[in-house]
């Protein structure tokens, strides 16, 4: 079934620790993204990528990294894990289709992977 | 800078009533609009989209929003809510330049249905 898969699906993960979300796409989108949804504060845009190569920062981009090797994966890296990036993270795509601009550009998302950091 | 705002942060009906989720958006030019909705434990599923042209959308699951200018909102609608609409629903506004894509979503709106 094609569509996005993030792994893992939860993780209990000690402060100070490095830890890597994994995203995979198989539809071949253009754009892919990392989320981070908290209570009250809805969802939040962590770090995008327009295009394989390219990576851009978001809203909240502190504390994480990212890398977009393909068009496929788009792993999200806590490099040194803090209490405060306890969260629900997502990652989502999109057809970036610049010549078509009324197209539009939904995001598919993948199911989420809750990260607790003690 | 896009924004979206939506006032109710929880919404409780009846099963069977109408409802109207609110949604307000701040954008420099003609937004793209969304409606997504999550079920508990779930990822994000798209109910319906504005880009241009008719102002009244529909989407899955017998909903529908309405694109106001002139108000800068996007409401959601549904004349007769299920018990399997109780969700999260979040509100989103899309922003298309060349090299830069990104959407902004609202806070959302936890909706519960009584029987």
């Known amino acids: 079934i094609a569509g996005i898969t993030q792994a893992p699906t939860s993780q209990i993960l000690a402060a100070g620790r490095r830890m890597t979300l994994r995203c995979t796409q198989d539809?071949?989108?253009?754009?892919m993204y990392w989320y981070r949804q908290d209570l009250g504060l809805g969802l939040r845009l962590i770090h995008y990528?327009?295009?394989?190569?390219?990576?851009g920062k978001g809203e909240v981009p502190d504390g994480y990294s990212v890398s977009r090797a393909n068009t496929d994966d788009f792993p999200l890296t806590l490099a040194s894990a803090v209490p405060s990036q306890t969260s629900v993270y997502f990652c989502?795509?999109?057809?970036?289709?610049?010549?078509?601009?009324?197209?539009?550009?939904?995001?598919?998302f993948g199911q989420g992977t809750r990260l607790t950091v003690v | 800078a896009q924004s979206v705002t939506q006032p109710d942060i929880h919404i409780t009906v009846s099963e069977g009533a109408s409802l109207e989720l609110r949604c307000n958006y701040s954008?420099?030019?003609?937004?793209?609009l969304f409606w997504y909705v999550q079920s508990p434990g779930q990822g994000l599923q798209l109910l319906l989209k504005?880009?241009?042209?008719?102002?009244l959308v529909q989407g899955i699951k017998g909903f529908e929003a309405e694109f106001k200018r002139s108000q800068s909102s996007f409401n959601l609608r549904k004349p007769s809510v299920h018990w399997s609409d109780a969700a999260e629903y979040f509100c989103?506004?899309?922003?298309?330049?060349?090299?830069?894509?990104?959407?902004?979503f609202g806070t959302g709106t936890r909706l519960t249905i009584i029987p």
């Open positions: 989502a795509s999109s057809d970036r289709v610049i010549r078509d601009r009324f197209r539009g550009t939904e995001a598919f």
């Open positions: 539809m071949r989108h253009n754009a």
């Open positions: 990528s327009n295009t394989a190569g390219t990576t």
């Open positions: 954008y420099g030019a003609t937004p793209y």
């Open positions: 504005y880009f241009s042209g008719d102002t």
């Open positions: 989103a506004v899309g922003a298309l330049n060349f090299g830069n894509e990104k959407l902004t």
